[in-house]
């Protein structure tokens, strides 16, 4: 694949042990030739976790784009006049972000930057990672499956012994699933028996 000449909003929400698995493919992209344009919730931005602090992933984001990061609703907004992004990745997108996706809830840099991009009628690619994807997400998931212009990454269960209702997205296929959303097609299949 080469996604040279294309604008990627990327952005990332506060699924912390999901953000290294992100951040390799966010890199992979710039090396497939993508200009990334980064996207923090303010959770990513402002929280330190066992998982690595948030200098560490700010620091590696902006290093790694060349790019200043997108960290207020302010500054996401101009994203839809603008017209310049091609597709916006959310990856990790948490259960919280689905749920207001789902209902038009806008209060971080990532809700607002997803919505200024839908106004503009380009896709917009879910990789989620959630406890409670098979639970109170549930039908969050099928609200935005249902909804023009969202694509999902694929995704399973990943430890349904000790986290039966958690689901992830099997990270490594983001390249092939933005490569589908943007022919408007839905990579498939969804669903995988283990995510990676």
Aim: charged letters at 20%.
């Amino acid at each position: 694949m080469d996604f040279k000449e294309l604008n990627i909003g990327y952005c990332m929400c506060g699924s912390f042990c999901t953000l290294s698995n992100s951040l390799s493919q966010m890199k992979n992209l710039v090396e497939l030739g993508g200009k990334i344009i980064p996207i923090m919730s303010y959770s990513v931005l402002n929280t330190d976790t066992r998982f690595g602090t948030s200098e560490f992933f700010t620091n590696s984001v902006q290093e790694l784009t060349g790019q200043k990061i997108i960290s207020t609703i302010e500054d996401a907004e101009p994203i839809g006049p603008k017209n310049y992004i091609d597709i916006m990745v959310v990856a990790p997108c948490t259960g919280n972000t689905l749920a207001k996706l789902n209902h038009g809830i806008v209060d971080t840099p990532v809700l607002m930057a997803v919505k200024a991009h839908l106004r503009n009628n380009k896709p917009v690619l879910l990789a989620i990672a959630t406890n409670d994807a098979l639970s109170a997400n549930f039908e969050n998931i099928g609200g935005l499956m249902n909804k023009k212009n969202f694509y999902f990454v694929p995704f399973g269960q990943d430890d349904c012994i000790k986290k039966p209702k958690s689901m992830i997205a099997d990270f490594e296929k983001i390249p092939q699933a933005i490569n589908e959303a943007l022919k408007g097609h839905q990579i498939q299949p969804i669903l995988e028996n283990n995510a990676h």
